[in-house]
């Protein structure tokens, strides 16, 4: 009698470690991890489009990405890696990227070439090879030429402002023109006679 019940717990037992180790794999099975899609365009050579590599390996457009992988993007062609709600960034061409995302940001160490930010959900960081460290909002820019970061900003926003204030004098003046009631517009300082009927 002894001998079974001991037979029963040490079966008890493997049972549980069994079913631990299910669910610890399961659980690591179901852990979501960020990934972006790289998408690449340039000059088609021979009726190939170009290749870029990802960690030494040629890929092309339409492969997913994760984080800590290398970009390289030949002479020939850019990439933009689209990273859905994180954020979107270009690779211009002869570009050299350490890439690190995750749902709460994008930052990266840009070892050659130019990255430029078309959206994000906050500030990309971006460090070149002497270790600067760029703040990269959407529409800026940051090259690793010499070593130096430069970061440069949209201007489309003093245009859109200049070209508001027009439209809205232009509106105010119409809305004005429009609630006289009478035909007659007074220019200069002389008396202006209408037809009479």
Avoid at 12 to 32: D, F, K, R
Avoid at 120 to 149: C, R
């Amino acid at each position: 009698m002894a001998k079974k019940l001991r037979m029963h717990k040490a079966l008890s037992m493997c049972l549980v470690v069994v079913l631990i180790a299910t669910y610890s794999m399961v659980a690591l099975a179901n852990a979501e991890r960020v990934a972006g899609e790289i998408l690449i365009s340039g000059n088609n050579i021979n009726g190939q489009s170009p290749l870029v590599k990802v960690n030494g390996e040629a890929v092309q457009s339409g492969r997913s990405i994760f984080s800590s992988s290398t970009v390289v993007t030949p002479n020939d062609a850019n990439a933009i890696i689209n990273l859905g709600k994180v954020g979107k960034i270009e690779l211009a061409p002869n570009t050299t990227l350490a890439l690190a995302f995750s749902e709460n940001g994008i930052s990266g160490d840009l070892l050659s070439g130019q990255v430029t930010v078309l959206n994000a959900a906050d500030t990309v960081n971006i460090t070149t090879v002497d270790g600067n460290l760029a703040k990269l909002n959407p529409g800026d820019s940051a090259t690793a030429t010499s070593g130096k970061a430069q970061t440069t900003g949209n201007t489309g926003g003093s245009n859109g402002l200049l070209w508001g204030i027009i439209l809205g004098g232009a509106v105010v003046a119409i809305i004005i023109a429009s609630r006289t009631d009478n035909n007659r517009i007074r220019i200069g300082g002389g008396t202006i006679i209408s037809p009479s009927r």
